[in-house]
């Protein structure tokens, strides 16, 4: 939890001191100071760049221009001064560049509350008076809506994949390692402030789903659980932060300060975080100014995109943020995330697609949806994600109902064999529905993307999802029934002959939404036979296969550890659906006894068992 008092007092300190700074530096500003022939950011000289020490060597105040989206996908002008600079914050020899900067969005003159700098504003190019870039707005102070921001040099993001450099992920602020510009250091509250310190924290991205609103929440609280790596990209994926977004065919161009969309998916099943373009060299795009996940060599799609508004922060512990509307097409593919940006380059994206097939209780199809996963991490939680937004969406359903789910998996590994692991189930759910099935088409992703075997690479995912009823209909076996004769009597206490067949059926309890209704379901007839050697006693039960119990022999409680990825999907692959129902007919022979097991398939998802015993005369 952060301290309330030492915002006050940061807010108030760090106010005073760019007023003073300003105040002071005003005949500076307007007088201007004489600035060195700038740089090339581009090879080819299209855009110039100020060096760190050109921009270090500015007087405080010095005037600066910069460039955003507020609204839509054109970038708006902000303006700012400088203020000066910390010390070594991105790392050994590399400064941190402060600046105080202005707009009706930032000092809350249009209306609404001041935002500062706000969660999707990462990258936003700032300029020197002639027109160089100096760097992006990467950092903030703190929450509290304060317009001063850390810029990344873009001297540094020049170089961007080509060194590496640690450093923390929070800067301590404190009045050792702030070095100011030109000037005084201002009134004795304003230094005091300072050495007491605050946080220098990244400027956040805006992180987004294509979700529903109604599904967001579901969508958040399912992708926090779905099986993930250690990464920073796991880390954000569970991170509850994503907001609802939709997805434009619109093909508009990335341009420097504007919108731009790091996703780690395409499509119905996107998922990434909007900041801002910082620079662009013929197909190559910079943006950010601190990292996606700092994942270094990376596979992230790029897209621009729109946005409704940026939406203030009155509460000083959230932040301020731009509210995302649509992501567009990819343009290109992300491959360096690294301490001063992310960096790609314009052209075709690669990955694996999810296809998903809709269907109602009538088996018409209502929807197909479909994404690339362009980061292999991602892909238990595209898969998941499409599955659940589709039982909402597609099925307006959302606490209770019936679904069953098929799927296949498809696969290569790094010596080039491939393979597919192809599975369904049924699902009859009272508290999200949407939940199970999703979890598990993203477990057997994740068991095979980090099996302890051999590099897979997955090709390719293909679902189809029907809704089986609106409600949870659950079959309960209550007992059997044999056929005496042309009538159907109870097995139960009745006497069978040995060396006979018989016709049998289980009998079941329909549970909907975990109530009884209606008369009792008749499952499927099958036959039985009686060895001439069967004697005394016998009996004849019914379970569900997915959890019937370890009375015989043969049964395991669980599966052996895999030995080989062969082993590893042979053992996903045998997994009982919940439709499947157990059948055991055992009976005392001379000498021994009889245990016949059979598996088949019952009326809808099965729960519990039943058994009756008779006696054999």
């Known amino acids: 939890m952060q301290n309330r008092s030492l915002h006050s007092c940061l807010r108030g300190g760090v106010a005073g001191l760019v007023s ?88 809350g003159t249009a209306g609404l509350k001041p935002a500062g700098i706000w969660a999707g504003m990462s990258g936003s190019p700032v300029y020197a008076g002639d027109g160089s870039l100096i760097g992006a707005v990467s950092y903030s102070l703190n929450y509290d809506n304060l317009p001063v921001a850390g810029v990344t040099p873009a001297e540094y993001m020049k170089s961007l994949g080509m060194t590496l450099a640690g450093a923390p992920a929070t800067i301590r602020v404190t009045a050792g390692n702030l070095e100011k510009a030109q000037g005084p250091r ?208 597609d099925l307006d359903n959302y606490y209770q109902g019936t679904l069953k789910l098929t799927w296949s998996i498809s696969y290569r590994t790094a010596g080039g064999d491939t393979g597919t692991l192809t599975k369904r189930q049924v699902y009859a759910g009272r508290d999200v529905v949407a939940v199970d099935p999703a979890f598990d088409v993203a477990d057997d992703i994740y068991a095979l993307i980090t099996n302890d075997f051999d590099d897979v690479e997955i090709t390719k995912v293909a679902l189809n999802l029907t809704l089986v009823s609106e409600d949870a209909q659950v079959h309960k076996p209550i007992g059997a029934q044999y056929k005496k004769g042309s009538a159907w009597v109870k097995l139960e206490g009745k006497s069978l002959k040995p060396g006979l067949a018989y016709s049998v059926r289980p009998q079941y309890r329909l549970l909907v939404n975990g109530k009884i209704s209606g008369p009792t379901v008749n499952g499927a007839v099958r036959t039985v036979t009686l060895s001439k050697k069967a004697i005394k006693k016998g009996s004849l039960s019914y379970s569900a296969a997915e959890s019937q119990q370890c009375d015989w022999e043969d049964c395991e409680l669980e599966e052996p550890e895999a030995a080989s990825l062969d082993e590893l999907v042979a053992q996903l692959a045998a997994l009982q659906p919940n439709d499947q129902v157990t059948q055991q007919f055992n009976y005392s022979r001379k000498g021994s006894t009889s245990k016949q097991t059979k598996d088949f398939t019952g009326p809808g998802v099965v729960e519990g068992s039943a058994k009756v015993s008779f006696t054999i005369k």
């Open 20 to 107: 003073s700074v300003l105040a002071i530096a005003g005949l500076a500003g307007a007088a201007g100071v004489a600035q060195a022939v700038p740089a090339s950011f581009c090879t080819d000289g299209s855009v110039s760049m100020s060096t760190v020490a050109q921009v270090e060597a500015f007087a405080a105040g010095t005037p600066v221009t910069g460039s955003s989206v507020v609204r839509g996908s054109t970038p708006s002008a902000f303006t700012g001064s400088y203020l000066g600079h910390i010390s070594d914050a991105l790392g050994k020899g590399k400064d941190l560049l402060l600046f105080q900067l202005s707009s009706p969005e930032i000092d």
């Open 186 to 393: 201002g009134t004795a509250a304003q230094a005091t402030a300072l050495a007491q310190a605050t946080s220098l924290r990244q400027v956040a991205l805006a992180n987004v789903a294509v979700t529903s609103a109604q599904g967001a929440e579901m969508t958040n609280a399912l992708l926090a659980r779905v099986p993930a790596g250690s990464s920073k990209a796991a880390a954000r994926m569970r991170s509850r932060t994503f907001s609802p977004v939709g997805v434009s065919a619109a093909d508009q161009p990335l341009v420097a300060g504007g919108n731009i969309a790091a996703v780690y998916s395409t499509g119905d099943g996107l998922m990434g975080a909007v900041g801002t373009v910082t620079a662009i060299c013929g197909d190559d795009v910079w943006a950010f100014g601190h990292p996606m996940d700092f994942a270094g060599k990376t596979t992230l799609g790029m897209a621009n995109a729109s946005a409704a508004m940026v939406v203030p922060d009155a509460t000083g512990i959230i932040g301020s943020y731009k509210q995302v509307t649509a992501i567009g097409q990819p343009q290109g593919t992300i491959t360096q995330d690294r301490l001063v940006g992310i960096k790609g380059t314009l052209g075709t994206t690669a990955g694996y697609p999810i296809a998903l097939t809709v269907r109602n209780a009538a088996g018409a199809v209502v929807d197909q949806r479909a994404s690339t996963v362009l980061l292999p991490e991602a892909g238990p939680n595209v898969a998941a994600s499409l599955v659940a937004n589709a039982v909402i969406e």
